[in-house]
T-cell receptor, first 113, second 114 residues
Framework: GESVGLHLPTLSVQEGDNSIINCAYS??????FIWYKQESGKGPQFIID?????DKRQGQRVTVLLNKTVKHLSLQIAATQPGDSAVYFC????????????FGTGTKLQVIP | DAMVIQNPRYQVTQFGKPVTLSCSQT?????MYWYQQKSSQAPKLLFH???????NEADTPDNFQSRRPNTSFCFLDIRSPGLGDAAMYLC?????????????FGPGTRLLVL
């Protein structure tokens, strides 16, 4: 059957608190970054993206921060809800290489009611 | 609603028996991808099509093949599935040329190999 997977880093957060999920990317040439949310048994769902000419971008309840100096990306979720429980993946891409992105390891977010 | 559709959602096959997974899209996107995702791991790109232009990842085994007969459909063929091929297979699309490097994923097909 399927090989045993790695243990995902897990973040446990109380409902209503803010969550911060971190990601270190590897390629200095990457200029496009995306956060995906993947619920159990479903495909990844786009949350928010950011390009390298920005260091912050906000969406509805979510904020992405980009620090190119240290190649670090974070996703902040305000007022975390039980429906936010999922695995979150960051992905990096290069607009010169058009379509391809590379996914990071993933972080499992558990929201405690 | 425009979407990425994968059939079947669950597929059981026997060791060594060829299997085909299908993906269709109503987004009219010019790029389609196949990913393999194993438990608690990130999706791993197998190959992608830019229109009819096929792009294979260097480490994708020869056991995996793909076909894209038209814009809407893409197939993943596993010629001789092994136990190690049991995984979730994700199809995604994107629209190159717009701002849209964003990839939109289907719900996945979970493959079991007996």
């Amino acid at each position: 059957g399927e090989s045993v997977g790695l243990h995902l880093p897990t973040l446990s957060v109380q409902e209503g608190d803010n969550s911060i999920i971190n990601c270190a990317y590897s390629n200095s040439a990457s200029d496009y970054f995306i956060w995906y949310k993947q619920e159990s048994g479903k495909g990844p769902q786009f949350i928010i993206d950011i390009r390298s000419n920005m260091d912050k971008r906000q969406g509805q309840r979510v904020t992405v921060l980009l620090n190119k100096t240290v190649k670090h990306l974070s996703l902040q979720i305000a007022a975390t809800q039980p429906g936010d429980s999922a695995v979150y993946f960051c992905a990096e891409g290069n607009s010169g290489g058009y379509q391809k992105v590379t996914f990071g390891t993933g972080t499992k977010l558990q929201v405690i009611p | 609603d425009a979407m990425v559709i994968q059939n079947p959602r669950y597929q059981v096959t026997q060791f060594g028996k060829p299997v085909t997974l299908s993906c269709s899209q109503t987004l009219n996107h010019n790029v389609m991808y196949w990913y393999q995702q194993k438990s608690s791991q990130a999706p791993k790109l197998l190959f992608h099509y830019y229109d009819k232009d096929f792009n294979n990842e260097a480490d994708t085994p020869d056991n995996f093949q793909s076909r894209r007969p038209n814009t809407s459909f893409c197939f993943l063929d596993i010629r001789s599935p092994g136990l190690g091929d049991a995984a979730m297979y994700l199809c995604a699309t994107s629209s190159y040329g717009d701002r849209g490097e964003t990839q939109y994923f289907g719900p996945g097909t979970r493959l079991l190999v007996l």
